[in-house]
């Protein structure tokens, strides 16, 4: 019997069942069922890896016999890996393996040794790695002309989402800040002990230059750089451009209120839900869309982390750069000892860059 999806010829023959039933006409029956008890699909996806085995004895002149120990193993994992191949697909071989065992008629073999473990471990870490670079070079920064453009189409929103998004915006591209030291990662619960709330804000002033420059301190709670050794503080600047975070932090609180309080977190919708990183992600999709048909990368909530280090590049100091975007460095624990008003000049610097747009 036949179907589009089963049949009864694959990969099991009678030969598989002969030595355990000892009758040829049985053998076959049995053949019969046990290749209608997998898909189409899944027979040509073993057969492949009959065939990757064979590749596999030609390239490396070996045996690669049944039953398959730990030196067979080995070898057909070693060809895969110089292959090329990812740790997810080499284990799926694997798994081919153990079925083509079946259908020769032997016992599934323990392929899974203590030495393979460490080896295919270590592939699926090295994967990893890669597939984290690759995402990196693909997201882009957020660059000034971004801001500009996410102003302008934010105009569209409703008051109240406006302001919202706004003020995170201008507040992790001038800290540089990671998204989660900002925002929940659920939208109706939120964790007190890592959720930046209004307690976590103070609002100062600081001289620089002859002038008072109103500062926002932010307490980032449990930050990556600082693990396991408390809080870290990052200052922002008052800017006399449109990217100011102290403005448009201040604009913010004061659309919320009485309810802006101490033990609530800051980024909410009017709603009362939290703003999380998937959603100001579709929020941002919408308010970039053009910089996607002019061919630019990734664009989500993590590229604010490289948007004010990016326009520092040409005229600052790696020291400062480091500083700025708070990396694990000897320079980032220089910058932390700079006197605020030297910090505030540095803010000033870029504010100045901003007016040319």
């Known amino acids: 019997m036949e179907t589009a999806k089963f049949s009864t010829e694959g990969l099991y023959t009678y030969r598989s069942f002969i030595k355990k039933v000892g009758c040829r006409n049985l053998a076959q029956t049995l053949a019969d069922s046990g290749n209608n008890g997998w898909t189409k699909g899944t027979h040509a996806k073993y057969g492949s890896v009959r065939n990757a085995l064979s590749d596999c004895r030609e390239d490396l002149n070996v045996r690669l016999q049944f039953p398959f120990e730990e030196k067979e193993t080995l070898q057909f994992i070693g060809w895969m890996l110089q292959k090329g191949l990812a740790s997810v697909t080499i284990s799926g071989y694997l798994a081919g393996v153990k079925a083509l065992h079946k259908t020769a008629g032997f016992a599934e073999p323990d392929l899974r040794t203590s030495m393979v473990k460490d080896v295919l471990r270590g592939q699926k870490r090295a994967d990893q790695i890669a597939k984290k670079a690759e995402t990196k070079n693909e997201r882009e920064p957020i660059t000034r002309t971004m801001m500009m453009l996410m102003k302008h189409n934010l105009v569209k929103l409703p008051k109240e989402e406006r302001l919202l998004i706004w003020a995170f915006c201008t507040l992790a591209w001038n800290a540089s800040t990671r998204v989660h030291e900002l925002l929940g990662k659920k939208t109706q619960t939120f964790d007190p002990t890592t959720t930046l709330t209004w307690a976590d804000l103070r609002w100062d002033k600081v001289e620089v230059e002859g002038e008072q420059v109103e500062t926002l301190e932010i307490t980032i709670k449990h930050p990556k750089v600082m693990r396991g050794s408390g809080d870290d503080r990052i200052v922002v600047f008052s800017l006399d451009n449109f990217m100011c975070p102290v403005r448009a932090m201040r604009k913010f609180r004061a659309s919320w209120g009485t309810e802006a309080k101490d033990d609530m977190p800051v980024f909410r919708h009017a709603t009362g839900r939290c703003l999380t990183a998937r959603r100001l992600n579709s929020t941002l999709a919408a308010l970039l869309v053009q910089m996607e048909t002019m061919g630019y990368g990734k664009i989500t909530s993590h590229s604010f ?49 901003l007016k040319r747009l």
């Open 305 to 353: 982390r490289a948007g004010i280090v990016n326009e520092m590049t040409d005229e600052y100091s790696e020291e400062e750069i480091q500083g700025v975007g708070r990396w694990s460095s000897d320079a980032y624990l220089h910058y932390i000892k700079k006197p605020m008003a030297k910090r505030a000049l540095i803010a000033r610097r870029i504010g100045k860059g």
